[in-house]
């Protein structure tokens, strides 16, 4: 039989629901299978291969016109019919002690029931169609009153729990590849950072999981990207994509979730990156903080995650506390403007208005290149805002724009550091995305993308986003020089050591 992906487009999920079992949703030729099998004790987080869907002659075939919410009746009367007395049948949960029989949905061309994004409009209960937005809102409105009071009253959660995995078949689905190819025959990386976003809402929803309830009552959004980073430069755009991750840190209302990446090619799955967000949760207007479950970490890996969880706070405490801002330069930082001031100066004039550029250099003003995006329906998330991955992506797209002018050849990306959420972006806005190169050192750039959004009527300007990203060249690029203050306390890059200025 051969393999062929649901036209959805997005990874598919591989989702562990208990200690020793996974939840699989795989394609096929004509239907789309969801199958729970055992894992053995001990075994690494891997997921051995579907290879019979016809082994419990109860498969269930269903037209392509069935709709999500069927297809949702459906699995529930498929997985019924096999065992009443089933745990998993009854609450999506199941004991591997007990349980030895499998579970097969077959719906044709149905896979994308069980897409990432899709999952998560059912967690929610958010509606699929762009009329119905404000009664799905409405509807969420009755699940404040199931909130935790605090913490306590929430059961403690392990980190394989909330483990994740999803593919994505770039290798075997030459439709969906066409989403994600770019015109350099590489990997379009906003795509990536899209499916990562999805990823990381999806893992904390299994953080918070409640069995008892239909519909979950938090609304659990992006609240930063506190890092990736690139451990490969080329994404093939012909080899499946695996996408690992779990929860990794907790704090009363905020979770950490960390993300792997692999590609398969040349016979094994190679890592392409790690990423890091850091989700917030909210009631379900999305208007104040909510409670998350404890996390209880297991043995010394789990310690040393939880840890650096910690330190990752901390840290990222102390960067907001020391903002230029808040707080004045320090004495270092005084000599570091002063002798970027000098080194511009016009020794002829010996005049402030007077500059002069020094060779291979580009003034930071001369750096830049902007966009505009008009907010539609379409790229609303489960909580009908413009979707954070969708941002992501069109930031990053900008920003290796710039490099790429500035470069003069093609960039590859490094690393992605604090991606700020500072406020949602409400459909039907307009956009407006400035990046700019803020440092360069031998064949690195740095680039910081800033977001806003223009109300029109007021013509008031209000910050949503601001990302940074360090990309490489193939040969040395020209110097930045800024020429203002501003300019001098742009965000250093993380390859130097001694960075300029950058605490704002």
């Not at 109860?58 to 016109?65: L, M, N």
């Not at 329906?377 to 413009?386: A, K, L, W, Y």
């Not at 500035?406 to 459909?427: Q, S, T």
Request: net charge positive; aromatic share 8%; hydrophobic share 35%.
């Amino acid at each position: 039989m051969t393999s062929q992906q649901c036209q959805s487009g997005g990874p598919q999920i591989n989702r562990q629901i208990s200690n020793d079992t996974l939840l699989r949703c795989q394609c096929t030729s004509d239907f789309s299978a969801l199958r729970v099998h055992p894992r053995a004790a001990g075994q690494s987080h891997s997921v051995a291969p579907c290879a019979s869907w016809n082994n419990s002659g109860a498969d269930i075939v269903y037209p392509t016109q069935t709709s999500l919410v069927l297809c949702s009746l459906l699995l529930s009367f498929c997985l019924r019919s096999y065992d009443s007395h089933c745990t998993f049948c009854s609450e999506h949960r199941i004991s591997t002690h007990t349980h030895t029989h499998t579970h097969t949905l077959r719906a044709d061309q149905l896979c994308g029931c069980f897409s990432v994004r899709n999952r998560l409009r059912e967690i929610v209960g958010a509606s699929t169609n762009w009329r119905d937005h404000q009664q799905a809102l409405a509807d969420r409105l009755s699940l404040s009153n199931q909130l935790a009071g605090s913490q306590d009253e929430l059961p403690v959660r392990r980190m394989k729990d909330s483990y994740i995995e999803a593919h994505l078949p770039l290798g075997t689905d030459p439709t969906l590849r066409e989403k994600y190819l770019n015109y350099l025959k590489g990997v379009r990386f906003g795509r990536i950072l899209e499916d990562l976003d999805s990823l990381a809402v999806l893992i904390c929803y299994s953080h918070t999981h409640n069995k008892t309830l239909q519909r979950s009552p938090l609304s659990i959004v992006t609240a930063l990207v506190d890092k990736i980073d690139m451990r490969k430069q080329i994404i093939h755009p012909d080899c499946d994509i695996k996408f690992t991750g779990h929860v990794t840190w907790v704090g009363k209302t905020s979770i950490e979730a960390k993300m792997h990446m692999s590609q398969y090619h040349g016979g094994a799955y190679t890592p392409v990156l790690d990423a890091t967000f850091v989700m917030v949760a909210r009631d379900p207007e999305n208007k104040r903080a909510a409670f998350v479950n404890p996390l209880k970490p297991e043995g010394i890996e789990e310690e040393k995650l939880f840890h650096q969880g910690e330190i990752n706070k901390t840290r990222r405490i102390e960067l907001s506390t020391a903002s230029l801002l808040k707080v004045a330069p320090t004495a270092e930082e005084r000599k570091i403007v002063h002798s970027l001031f000098l080194n511009t100066l016009d020794s002829k004039t010996v005049s402030f208005r007077s500059r002069v550029l020094p060779p291979n250099s580009v003034w930071m003003e001369d750096a830049k290149v902007k966009g505009l995006e008009i907010c539609h329906p379409q790229e609303r998330n489960i909580f009908n805002r413009i979707f954070g991955g969708f941002l992501m992506r069109k930031a990053y797209e900008l920003g290796w724009a710039n490099a790429c002018v500035y470069g003069g050849c093609r960039p590859n990306l490094v690393a992605v550091d604090d991606i700020l959420f500072r406020k949602p972006v409400e459909i039907g806005s307009l956009l407006l995305l400035s990046s700019q190169v803020c440092y360069t050192e031998g064949k690195y750039i740095q680039v910081r993308v800033h977001t806003e959004v223009l109300d029109p009527l007021t013509r008031q300007h209000n910050t949503t986003n601001v990302f940074h990203f360090t990309f490489v060249t193939d040969k040395d690029v020209p110097n930045i020089v800024p020429q203002s203050y501003g300019g001098m306390t742009s965000k250093p890059s993380p390859f130097n050591s001694n960075p300029n200025i950058c605490r704002i």
